[in-house]
């Protein structure tokens, strides 16, 4: 039985997604070897993602084994992935995605974002920040870095009064019973690539094993999905420090794409929808018309005011 050498980051998450990754490997006749290690972004928790340099913040270490071949391949939260990648570096399989949308996390049931009570809202994401000015500006949002565990101790300690989360993580390591609120993909659109997870591997891997690892892991229809999100985050250049938003979907035989750039305090939206067949060109598609209304101006503007 080959062995694959799975490399991932050592969070609790990360290590289920990991072995997640192992047990699909398992129906291909595939053994597996889990090599964890811990990344810059999991280093340094006093400063928001924008400020340590987010492009490749959580993937850039697992990226230098799979170059030096110290792994076979790295598993990612897909959300997490920069829109770039190395040239010797691919992506050969997407596993299906999870529920992709967003929820609030809490100590009190009673406590949602319709609530008319000022919250403080924990989250790292200034994606969920500019949606919680823009939707709800009775709230104010908190800094909140670390895995979903130490959040739910700070959530604990009273740090906060709430937490914006994605769902899928919460639902992987058990901690649906504290969702107060599954808000809607049309009004909290998700993250690029949020809920599935994404297989890297050297361009130099053995084909037959990049097959293999494909055949057990790919969902063809999340891969569309997540190929014109990606190529849409490419052409806008976009990243996961920036308030960019994209969630494609089948719908019948097609893929429709929604997106759009949020200003940091919520009031500018720029946002655009389409439907398309071909994932790459629907990507392309819609980042023009969205470069068109002006995101590039505001994406500049966005990176000044982080200082990033």
Not at 35 to 53: E, H, M, P
Not at 173 to 200: K, W
Not at 255 to 284: C, M, Q, R, Y
Request: hydrophobic share 40%.
């Amino acid at each position: 039985m080959k062995t694959i050498r799975i490399g991932t980051r050592n969070s609790a998450l990360a290590l289920w997604q990991a072995h997640h990754v192992g047990a699909l490997l398992a129906t291909q006749g595939l053994g597996y070897e889990i090599v964890a290690i811990t990344t810059k972004g999991d280093q340094i928790l006093d400063r928001s993602l924008s400020k340590i340099g987010s492009k490749g913040v959580f993937t850039e270490e697992l990226e230098a084994m799979l170059c030096a071949g110290e792994i076979d391949i790295a598993q990612h939260s897909a959300k997490d992935l920069p829109s770039h990648l190395p040239a010797e570096l691919e992506l050969i399989a997407f596993t299906e995605r999870e529920a992709a949308q967003d929820v609030v996390l809490s100590l009190d049931p009673a406590k949602t974002l319709a609530s008319s009570e000022p919250l403080r809202i924990g989250t790292s994401s200034t994606r969920r920040r500019a949606f919680l000015s823009h939707f709800y500006p009775q709230h104010t949002a908190v800094e909140m870095r670390g895995n979903l565990q130490t959040r739910l101790e700070k959530l604990k300690n009273g740090d906060c009064d709430a937490m914006l989360l994605a769902y899928a993580g919460v639902h992987r390591m058990e901690m649906e019973s504290y969702i107060t609120q599954h808000l809607s993909l049309d009004q909290f659109v998700p993250a690029v690539g949020q809920g599935s997870v994404a297989i890297q591997c050297a361009v130099s891997l053995d084909s037959s094993i990049k097959a293999l690892v494909r055949k057990a892991c790919n969902h063809p229809a999340t891969e569309a999905a997540l190929l014109a999100e990606r190529h849409l985050l490419a052409h806008l250049e976009g990243g996961c420090s920036v308030p960019v938003y994209g969630h494609a979907q089948l719908v019948g035989d097609k893929l429709s794409l929604h997106a759009g750039v949020l200003s940091l305090d919520g009031i500018e939206n720029i946002f655009h929808s389409a439907a398309g067949i071909d994932p790459t060109l629907l990507g392309k598609e819609v980042a023009m018309e969205l470069i068109h209304l002006g995101a590039h101006q505001l994406l500049r503007k966005i990176r000044q005011q982080l200082g990033s």
